[in-house]
């Protein structure tokens, strides 16, 4: 390859399996020392009001909160800051920039309900014994880009006044939300959209250029992805390219004691997640760009990251080998598109570095001791299966054990019946492939 951070790909889609989709819901018990989550206290039973009165002021506000949703999809600034306290300009200023990137993502569906409550002590002191402070989550559903609504979570604290529910504190809690993940890109600064068929790249409204540079990139990405990969897929995805680094998730190395830097990383994001389901089905992903290197992206490590993106949604139970194999295979072939660019360097790299230790298929342990190890051997297994089999049958392969290999046993058979071999079998094969 004649680029030098071709590699990098490799090392960016360690988030698929590390942390992509892997949003937890933290109660303040669980915040690390010293954040603002330690000072609130987990939610328990209530000696001030029955149940019959906290479930009055939850329906309560949660007629607020769907007076706010209907706002944002009817474009009404006004009905949207009806709720906010006036008294705070700043979070009025920070209320009234939410909606106006709100409306540019055109939501085709969009419902705000809460959750639970929760005690913080410090906010009743401050606001008064009226005071609710609870997470709410926020389904949306992105027109052209999500095929079902996902949801996210927000930390809102309300305060009785005059008979009304007025919003106070718009973030006060959140360090007791997902650790990863909640904070989305209209929760910032003003962004901007761009699109270009059905990529849809969102960055900072001072970063536009930026924004139009990285569709053009991520569209000619969507269409190798469709070339190499013989399953349909649309090509809808969500780019995220924002200066935060708190965008959508907070960790950009990865792998014990390398220190890699990830950077891109494919989040996907789950039917009825942070609703008490660890995992459902996945509805999608949002490509999430490293903020420290999104004005110096590569069109293949987007490949990489797309690649999961059209294959995520198939199932979940496909081994980690398969899953980035796959990624690498179809990065690779796209870069071999341009009769200029090559793998060699890569394929050389694998063979004579790579190989020769292999004993078995690349798993979790193995990328975390050594991921340019193993996702090198993972791309030559599925080459090998490419030479020998063919992609379509890669994908028939994939389709079966991403719903059906749910043991140790059923996944072998899968692999046996798809390849006629075993894990161990495989293992011995690919390390004798010379390509």
């Not at 650790?179 to 901007?192: I, K, L, N, S, T």
């Amino acid at each position: 390859m004649k680029h030098p951070r071709r590699l990098l790909a490799a090392v960016a889609a360690l988030a698929l399996a590390g942390t992509a989709g892997a949003v937890v819901v933290t109660r303040s018990g669980d915040a690390p020392a010293g954040s603002t989550a330690s000072a609130l206290q987990a939610p328990g039973p209530s000696h001030e009001l029955s149940d019959a009165e906290k479930k009055s002021r939850q329906h309560e506000v949660d007629l607020l909160l769907g007076k706010r949703a209907t706002a944002v999809l009817k474009g009404d600034l006004h009905g949207f800051l009806a709720a906010v306290d006036p008294k705070q300009p700043k979070l009025v200023a920070r209320q009234k920039l939410l909606f106006g990137n709100l409306r540019k993502f055109g939501f085709s569906t969009l419902k705000y309900f809460t959750a639970d409550d929760w005690a913080a002590p410090k906010l009743a002191e401050k606001y008064g014994p009226s005071t609710y402070s609870t997470r709410v989550m926020m389904r949306y559903q992105i027109a052209g880009v999500d095929p079902k609504p996902v949801q996210t979570d927000l930390g809102y604290t309300f305060v009785r006044r005059d008979n009304l529910w007025v919003l106070v504190e718009d973030g006060a809690i959140d360090e007791t939300l997902s650790r990863d993940g909640h904070r989305q890109p209209w929760d910032f600064q003003e962004v901007a959209l761009v699109r270009r068929g059905k990529v849809v790249v969102v960055v900072a409204q001072r970063e536009l250029a930026l924004g139009t540079t990285i569709a053009r990139v991520s569209q000619d990405a969507v269409a190798a992805v469709r070339r190499h990969w013989p399953r349909g897929w649309d090509g809808a995805v969500l780019v995220v390219a924002m200066p935060e680094p708190q965008v959508m998730a907070t960790l950009w190395t990865s792998g014990s004691g390398r220190g890699w830097t990830i950077a891109a990383k494919a989040v996907t994001l789950y039917e009825g997640e942070q609703l008490g389901k660890p995992s459902g089905p996945a509805v999608g992903s949002r490509i999430v760009i490293n903020p420290a290197l999104r004005k110096d992206l590569d069109e293949d490590l987007l490949v990489h990251e797309m690649t999961h993106v059209a294959t995520v949604p198939i199932g979940p139970l496909v081994p980690l080998w398969l899953a980035e194999g796959l990624a690498e295979y179809v990065r690779c072939r796209s870069v071999e598109d341009d009769p200029e660019w090559t793998v060699d360097p890569y394929r050389k790299t694998v063979k004579t570095k790579y190989l020769p230790g292999m004993k078995t298929l690349p798993d979790r342990a193995a990328f975390d001791a050594n991921g340019e190890r193993a996702y090198g051997q993972s791309w030559w297994t599925v080459e090998y299966l490419a030479d020998r089999v063919g992609i379509k049958k890669i994908a028939a392969l994939y389709a079966d054990v991403a719903v059906h290999g749910t043991t140790e046993a059923a996944y072998s058979a899968i692999l046996k019946r798809h390849t006629g071999k075993t894990p161990a079998e495989l293992t011995a094969a690919v390390k004798r492939f010379r390509g």
